[in-house]
């Protein structure tokens, strides 16, 4: 008897279990919709500037 063929199919492999909330394509995140690397520069400097001015504020070493 062969038993591999008994039992509901099996589920494809690759298929995401949900769909992501920003995902490629979306109208979230639409294609061709990139930060460019000023903006991208510009977002990582005033994060370092927001870290250096939190950690002038506290005493204790960070990590």
Request: a positive charge; zero cysteines; glycine letters at 12%.
């Given at each position: 008897?062969?038993?591999?063929?008994?039992?509901?199919?099996?589920?494809?492999?690759?298929?995401?279990?949900?769909?992501?909330?920003?995902?490629?394509?979306?109208?979230?995140?639409?294609f061709g919709?990139?930060?460019?690397?000023?903006?991208?520069?510009?977002?990582?400097?005033?994060?370092?500037?927001?870290?250096?001015?939190?950690?002038?504020?506290?005493?204790?070493?960070?990590?």
């Amino acid at each position: 008897m062969d038993y591999s063929k008994s039992g509901g199919m099996t589920p494809k492999r690759n298929a995401p279990r949900h769909a992501e909330h920003n995902a490629k394509g979306s109208a979230k995140n639409p294609f061709g919709q990139g930060a460019t690397k000023a903006e991208l520069v510009a977002r990582m400097k005033a994060a370092a500037e927001a870290r250096a001015a939190a950690a002038k504020g506290s005493d204790e070493p960070q990590g």
